[in-house]
C-alpha cells in the first residue's frame, strides 16, 4: 500500500517536471486518477481486513478465556 502511494506521488511529481514533454494531459491524469483510486480502493480493503482480524480476536479472545475459567 505504502509503496502504490509513494509511486503516485513521485509520478506526479514526474509529470509537472517533464509538463512539456506531455502532449496527452488527460491520459496522464486519467492514469493518475485511477492509481489513485486503485490505492484508496487497497485502504478500503485493508480496512475492511483489520476490522474483521478484530472480529476473529474477539472470538479467540473470549473462547479461551472461558476455556480457561470455567
Do not use: P
Not at 12 to 29: C, F
Not at 37 to 64: D, F, K, P, Y
Amino acid at each position: 500500500m505504502e509503496g502504490l502511494l509513494a509511486h503516485i506521488l513521485s509520478t506526479s511529481e514526474a509529470n509537472r517536471r517533464n509538463a512539456n514533454k506531455v502532449v496527452l494531459y488527460k491520459d496522464a491524469a486519467k492514469k493518475q486518477l485511477l492509481e489513485f483510486i486503485s490505492a484508496l480502493r487497497g485502504c478500503e480493503l485493508m480496512s475492511q481486513a483489520c476490522s474483521s482480524l478484530g472480529v476473529i480476536m474477539n472470538i479467540v479472545w473470549r473462547h479461551t478465556f472461558f476455556c480457561t475459567h470455567f
